[in-house]
T-cell receptor, first 114, second 113 residues
Framework: DSGVTQTPKHLITATGQRVTLRCSPR?????VYWYQQSLDQGLQFLIQ???????AKGNILERFSAQQFPDLHSELNLSSLELGDSALYFC?????????????FGSGTRLTVV | DAKTTQPTSMDCAEGRAANLPCNHS???????VYWYRQIHSQGPQYIIH???NNETNEMASLIITEDRKSSTLILPHATLRDTAVYYC??????????????FGTGTLLAVQP
């Protein structure tokens, strides 16, 4: 257990639908990051939140949005889903741990759009 | 962030040391070198990081050249479970600012029995 919890682990949905992916960061971490990994592709940075505020945006589609709540958990909302949105979605959190700054990843959510 | 260059793939015999190189010739003085690995479809796993001194932990050793333009990750006794994509990432630490990790294509290490 890395300390970063992602739910659900698997999600199958139809084109045009909307889904929400959830991430609980490691205890004490204020930053949350979302990444997308399509089949046989690299990890693409989507968006970062720090203590409830958006800090950085990557190649995130307008159909996608995210937020971080006061308890620091984050949700990634994907709407008007297309077949090409099928991918692994990873969440990571960062912070100081044992005196060193590090990043911890969750086990991901596998999204399949049919 | 400084760009890194890694070989696309490498093979290693089980039980032997795996040495994974990384070039980061444009690294700045405040940038750390991080290594992560991703075993098939799992979340990236932290291995080690360093600034300028060599580092060792229970998983690996990190050797950074004196000019910091390149580094080598060493897995001392590779096992089949070490087969994964290894990512070398250079990142400055700002603590709370925009400090995302940007992943390149990494090196696919295949440990052979």
């Amino acid at each position: 257990d890395s300390g970063v919890t992602q739910t659900p682990k698997h999600l199958i949905t139809a084109t045009g639908q909307r889904v929400t992916l959830r991430c609980s960061p490691r205890s004490g971490d204020l930053s949350v990051y979302w990444y997308q990994q399509s089949l046989d592709q690299g990890l693409q940075f989507l968006i970062q939140y720090y203590n409830g505020e958006e800090r950085a945006k990557g190649n995130i589609l307008e159909r996608f949005s995210a937020q971080q709540f006061p308890d620091l958990h984050s949700e990634l909302n994907l709407s008007s889903l297309e077949l090409g949105d099928s991918a692994l979605y990873f969440c990571a959190s960062s912070g100081y741990y044992r005196g060193s700054y590090g990043y911890t990843f969750g086990s991901g959510t596998r999204l399949t759009v049919v | 962030d400084a760009k890194t260059t890694q070989p696309t793939s490498m093979d290693c015999a089980e039980g032997r040391a795996a040495n994974l190189p990384c070039n980061h010739s444009t690294i700045s003085g405040n940038e750390y070198v991080y290594w992560y690995r991703q075993i098939h479809s799992q979340g990236p796993q932290y291995i080690i990081h360093g600034l300028k001194n060599n580092e060792t932990n229970e998983m690996a050793s990190l050797i950074i050249t004196e000019d910091r333009k390149s580094s080598t990750l060493i897995l001392p006794h590779a096992t089949l479970r070490d087969t994964a994509v290894y990512y070398c990432i250079v990142r400055a630490l700002y603590g709370g600012a925009t400090n995302k990790l940007i992943f390149g294509t990494g090196t696919l290490l295949a440990v052979q029995p």
